[in-house]
């Protein structure tokens, strides 16, 4: 009886561990939220039923052990815990700035490039793109200041490639062209210049855009510290960072461009020189500053060397209208001026007294985007202010001003 007793227990054991090891079906399987596997980083989207889901690629773990980084494989599908998963999309910046990845092949199935997905990987020298990728968001490959040959399949119907360029399948956009170099000329047919599509190009030095280029976006040329001079064409758009601290020295804005977003060329310190075509209806220069048609709001003017008066129809100091200008030491504000925009004097590192000649001041809240009117000025910055019996009052001129000058500003009154 004994020994029947503990064959039997026996018997138990060897079911229980037997049920632990093998899976049974309709058991319900583990679904994480994201794993990695091959030195890649998955996030889960969903699983469905069959033991099926789908997963996006959102970064690489560079302290994985025995798996070569500088050359990335990604699948069209991957399995863990029992789960097969469609890999669909590579998600925003999930690679940004990672120096190790030198080349990337992305597997047939992968839907989508995200916004900035590949941003900085400044050795990355070659992609390839299946057919099935029907998006490429805006700074996908910006700052690829290496990548010289991208791939794509010649079944994709919304993208292709030429001479290590990207361009859209109709090739009315030009995506990305990280590798251009030396004097570089827009080939015809091109209407769009991408955002980003030149980012951290430190090879290009001129560029002329043939006259079917209608639009700049936004930061195609950022960074372009070698680019001295473009012919903008019969452009009619340029969009916010488009020639942001690259090395302009002179621009002339032609008849056709009726639409600046912010100040396309904030922290541009070489550019010495704007100029704005007569029949250009939309805007003009006045003391070296970028206007508007009706001259009321400065919108550009990154090196001016000194402001002995604004432009008597100025009432308003435009979003970055100065950031990046050195040179500036002292600034007198007449009365007329009264909004000020974000970022107005960012980077005026020279900028030590600023008088305002009146109390009636706008300036802009500050929150985690935007940093204040004064921001990155020096630490001895000198505020002047007429008194008025409300001075240092909640919503004052005083602390408006304060709360702008996030690196410290001496208030005074007069």
């Known amino acids: 009886m004994r020994n029947a007793l503990k064959k039997c227990i026996c018997i138990t054991i060897a079911a229980m561990m037997l049920l632990a090891v093998v899976p049974v079906q309709g058991a319900v399987i583990p679904v994480p939220t994201e794993f990695t596997k091959h030195g890649i980083i998955y996030s889960v989207l969903s699983k469905g039923k069959g033991n099926h889901g789908t997963v996006s690629v959102i970064g690489i773990d560079t302290q994985a052990e025995g798996e070569d980084l500088s050359t990335i494989i990604i699948p069209q599908t991957v399995r863990k815990y ?213 001259g009321k709001k400065v919108i550009s003017s990154p090196t001016v060397t000194e402001i002995e008066e604004f432009p008597s129809t100025v009432t308003t100091i435009g979003a970055y209208a100065f950031a990046g200008n050195k040179n500036l030491s002292t600034i007198v504000f007449p009365s007329k001026i009264k909004k000020f925009k974000e970022g107005a004097f960012d980077s005026c590192t020279s900028l030590k007294i600023i008088r305002f000649t009146s109390r009636n001041l706008t300036l802009p809240e500050i929150t985690e985007e935007n940093k204040g009117v004064f921001f990155n000025t020096t630490y001895n910055l000198i505020a002047e202010i007429p008194y008025s019996e409300e001075s240092f009052t909640e919503g004052s001129a005083e602390k408006a001003v304060e709360e702008n000058s996030p690196g410290g500003v001496l208030i005074t009154n007069y």
């Not at 079917?212 to 009619?236: H, M, P, Q, W």
């Open 82 to 294: 029992q789960v097969s998963y469609d890999v669909i999309f590579i998600d925003s910046f999930a690679f940004a700035d990672t120096g190790i990845i030198k080349s990337v092949t992305l597997g047939k199935g992968i839907e989508s490039i995200k916004t900035g997905a590949f941003y900085g990987c400044v050795n990355l020298s070659d992609i390839t793109i299946p057919e099935t990728v029907s998006n490429i968001d805006k700074y996908a490959f910006g700052g690829c200041g290496q990548l010289s040959v991208i791939n794509i399949a010649e079944e994709n119907e919304y993208y292709s490639a030429e001479n290590g360029e990207l361009y859209s399948k109709d090739g009315e956009t030009l995506i990305s062209a990280p590798g251009a170099s030396g004097k570089y000329t827009v080939r015809e047919g091109v209407r769009t210049i991408g955002a980003a599509a030149f980012d951290s190009n430190k090879l290009i030095t001129n560029v002329i855009l043939s006259d079917d280029v209608r639009r700049i976006e936004e930061g195609a040329f950022y960074n372009c510290t070698s680019l001295s001079t473009v012919d903008l064409g019969k452009t009619e758009y340029i969009g916010k960072d488009a020639f942001c601290k690259s090395g302009l020295t002179s621009i002339k804005i032609p008849e056709t461009t009726t639409e600046l977003t912010d100040n396309p060329f904030a922290y541009c310190d070489m550019l010495s020189d704007i100029s704005v075509k007569k029949a250009n209806t939309k805007f003009k220069v006045r003391k070296g500053m970028l206007l508007n048609s009706s």
